[in-house]
T-cell receptor, first 114, second 111 residues
Framework: GAVVSQHPSWVICKSGTSVKIECRSL??????MFWYRQFPKQSLMLMAT?????????EQGVEKDKFLINHASLTLSTLTVTSAHPEDSSFYIC??????????FGQGTRLTVV | SQQGEEDPQALSIQEGENATMNCSYK?????LQWYRQNSGRGLVHLIL?????REKHSGRLRVTLDTSKKSSSLLITASRAADTASYFC???????????FGAGTRLFVKA
C-alpha cells in the first residue's frame, strides 16, 4: 500500500508554545488529507479535512485558529497547534486517500504539553 | 464526529477462542474498513469491504457487512495473545470523502 509519513512521532513542548506536525504522502499525490485526534482509550475523532491549495474544512467544535492546517503541496500537509496547553496533549494522526479506496494513515504523533 | 457504535466495548477471551466484534453506523457508505491499534501506536489496516460486498475473508479474519441494517462484524478465529489490541471500524460515507471511526472494541486475549 501507499506510504504516509508523519513527523515527529512524538514531541514535548511547553505550555504556550506552538508545535508543527507534518504529514507526507511518500509515493503518491494526495489532494486531500485528514487530521484526527485521539485521547487515551478513546477513538479517533476527525478534526479537519485538508485540501491542497485551499482552506481546510474543520469539524464542529474544532477551533480553526488554534489548529492551523496548511496543505501547500500534493504531498505535504501540516498541522500547527498554536499556543498549546496541557489539554491539547493527545495522539494526532493524519491520513490520505481517495474516495472509495483504503485510506492510508501516518504512524501518528504523540504530543505532550507540559 | 463519530459514525457509530461498536460492541462490545471490551472483550476478554482465552487464546484459541474466536472473537466477534460488531459495528453499527448511521449513514449510507461507500465502504467500511477495520483497523487494529496496539496501545499507544498507529493504526494497522486489516480489511476493507465495499458496500456491494457482503462478506470478506483475510487469513483468520472474516468481515460481514449488512447495509440494510447498517452493521458490520469482524470475526477473529483461533485468537492469539498477539491479537490483543483495540479494533476500530471506519466508514467512508457515500457522497463524502472522509473516514469516520467507530468507538472501538478493546480485545484482550489471555494466553
Amino acid at each position: 500500500g501507499a506510504v504516509v509519513s508523519q513527523h515527529p512521532s512524538w514531541v514535548i513542548c511547553k505550555s504556550g508554545t506552538s508545535v508543527k506536525i507534518e504529514c507526507r504522502s511518500l509515493d503518491f499525490q494526495a489532494t486531500t488529507m485528514f487530521w484526527y485526534r485521539q485521547f487515551p482509550k478513546q477513538s479517533l475523532m476527525l478534526m479537519a479535512t485538508s485540501n491542497e491549495g485551499s482552506k481546510a474544512t474543520y469539524e464542529q467544535g474544532v477551533e480553526k485558529d488554534k489548529f492551523l492546517i496548511n496543505h501547500a503541496s500534493l504531498t505535504l500537509s501540516t498541522l500547527t497547534v498554536t499556543s498549546a496547553h496541557p489539554e491539547d496533549s493527545s495522539f494526532y494522526i493524519c491520513s490520505a486517500g481517495t474516495s472509495g479506496d483504503e485510506a492510508f494513515f501516518g504512524q501518528g504523533t504523540r504530543l505532550t504539553v507540559v | 464526529s463519530q459514525q457509530g457504535e461498536e460492541d462490545p466495548q471490551a472483550l476478554s477471551i482465552q487464546e484459541g477462542e474466536n472473537a466477534t466484534m460488531n459495528c453499527s453506523y448511521k449513514t449510507s457508505i461507500n465502504n467500511l474498513q477495520w483497523y487494529r491499534q496496539n496501545s499507544g501506536r498507529g493504526l494497522v489496516h486489516l480489511i476493507l469491504i465495499r458496500s456491494n460486498e457482503r462478506e470478506k475473508h483475510s487469513g483468520r479474519l472474516r468481515v460481514t457487512l449488512d447495509t440494510s441494517k447498517k452493521s458490520s462484524s469482524l470475526l477473529i478465529t483461533a485468537s492469539r495473545a498477539a491479537d490483543t489490541a483495540s479494533y476500530f471500524c471506519a466508514t467512508d460515507e457515500m457522497g463524502g470523502f472522509k473516514t469516520i471511526f467507530g468507538a472501538g472494541t478493546r480485545l484482550f486475549v489471555k494466553a
